[in-house]
Nanobody, 121 residues
Framework: QVQLVASGGGLVQAGGSLRLSCAAS????????MGWFRQAPGKEREFVAG???????DYDDSVKGRFTISRDNVKNTVSLQMNSLKPEDTAVYFC???????????????WGQGTQVTVSS
């Protein structure tokens, strides 16, 4: 059974930092792209960052320079370091795995359960 388990969310003041982690299990993820998406209340799920098997990464413009995605291919984990957080970063964050390196959620095959990030002003 494939599982992606996200953790690390919480409540932080604007300007603060959080580190999200996602542990994948249940199958091999060799060659898979790992991504982070987020969904705020009343809004659609949106791409945050993605990283391919070789470490190539991309980010949504709204988080460039503040967030950093990384992965450990041996441990099957992906992390998202979030710095200089803003109230508009408040959302449920989801990790995902897919064969295609894409910013479109439909391209991802496996999803975690989500972790809440709340940034207070």
């Amino acid at each position: 059974q494939v599982q992606l388990v996200a953790s690390g969310g919480g409540l932080v003041q604007a300007g603060g930092s959080l580190r999200l982690s996602c542990a994948a299990s249940g199958r091999t993820f060799v060659g898979y792209t790992m991504g982070w998406f987020r969904q705020a209340p009343g809004k659609e799920r949106e791409f945050v960052a993605g990283i391919d098997w070789n470490g190539g990464s991309d980010y949504d413009d709204s988080v460039k320079g503040r967030f950093t995605i990384s992965r450990d291919n041996v441990k099957n984990t992906v992390s998202l370091q979030m710095n200089s957080l803003k109230p508009e970063d408040t959302a449920v964050y989801f990790c995902a795995a897919g064969v295609v390196h894409s910013s479109r959620s439909g391209e991802y095959n496996y999803w975690g359960q989500g972790t809440q990030v709340t940034v207070s002003s």
